[in-house]
């Protein structure tokens, strides 16, 4: 089946670890996305990447960090100096970042709901 | 700066009516619209695109369609059933390489 795989589900995070979440797409697509949701927000992004090798910061990339080294994958790191970490991470991926035709659409992963302890 | 909204917030409706959800903008130069469904836990679960250039859009009981003059977007649900139950959020595409949400409208289905 073709899909977005993020792992792991639940993620726990001790104070000032760094932690990486997975996220693999087999969809083809050139285009990867990172968003954060909060309750009552809609989501934000943090990183996005439309090429292999390439990436660019989003609305709040301060205390994150990606690589896209491989077309299929695009992990993120939560840092510690992302001071609020807790929250549930979206992976998501289009065949192409712009345009306005269906190569835009946006497919989402099951997400990773990322606590502080 | 480009905002999105969805009112209201949460609605409650009995089995089988059929149903509108709202989703309103603030900037009309659009590249297409989408629709999601997120159910509680899960991950966001596309429903339909609208490109800039459509008016609506269908798939099954589903109906989206998109007025850019008026800075609208309704997502018609036709004879609802308890599995519709979840929220749904629309996201925009402005062309700056990413999608703009809304805070979504959380449904309920009452059987």
């Known amino acids: 089946d073709g899909g977005i795989t993020q792992s792991p589900k639940y993620l726990f995070r001790k104070e000032g670890q760094n932690v990486t979440l997975s996220c693999e797409q087999n969809l083809n697509h050139d285009a990867m996305y990172w968003y954060r949701q909060d309750p009552g927000q809609g989501l934000r992004l943090i990183y996005y990447s439309q090429i292999v090798n390439d990436f660019q910061k989003g609305d709040i990339a301060e205390g994150y960090s990606v690589s896209r080294e491989k077309k299929e994958s695009f992990p993120l790191t939560v840092t510690s100096a992302q001071k609020n970490p807790t929250a549930f991470y979206l992976c998501a991926s289009s065949m192409s970042g712009t345009g306005d035709g269906m190569n835009t659409e946006a497919f989402f992963g099951q997400g990773t709901r990322l606590t502080v302890v | 700066k480009q905002e999105v909204t969805q009112i209201p917030a949460a609605l409650s409706v009995p089995e089988g009516e059929n149903l509108v959800l709202n989703c309103s903008f603030t900037?009309?130069?659009?590249?297409?619209l989408q629709w999601f469904r997120q159910d509680p836990g899960k991950g966001l679960t596309s429903l339909l695109l609208i490109q800039s250039s459509q008016r609506e859009q269908t798939s099954g009981r589903l109906n989206a369609s998109l007025d850019k003059s008026s800075g609208r977007s309704t997502l018609y649900i036709a004879a609802s059933q308890p599995g519709d139950s979840a929220t749904y959020l629309c996201?925009?595409?402005?062309?700056?390489?990413?999608?703009?949400f809304g805070t979504g409208t959380r449904l309920t289905i009452i059987p």
């Open positions: 900037d009309s130069a659009i590249y297409n």
């Open positions: 996201a925009l595409n402005f062309g700056n390489e990413k999608l703009t």
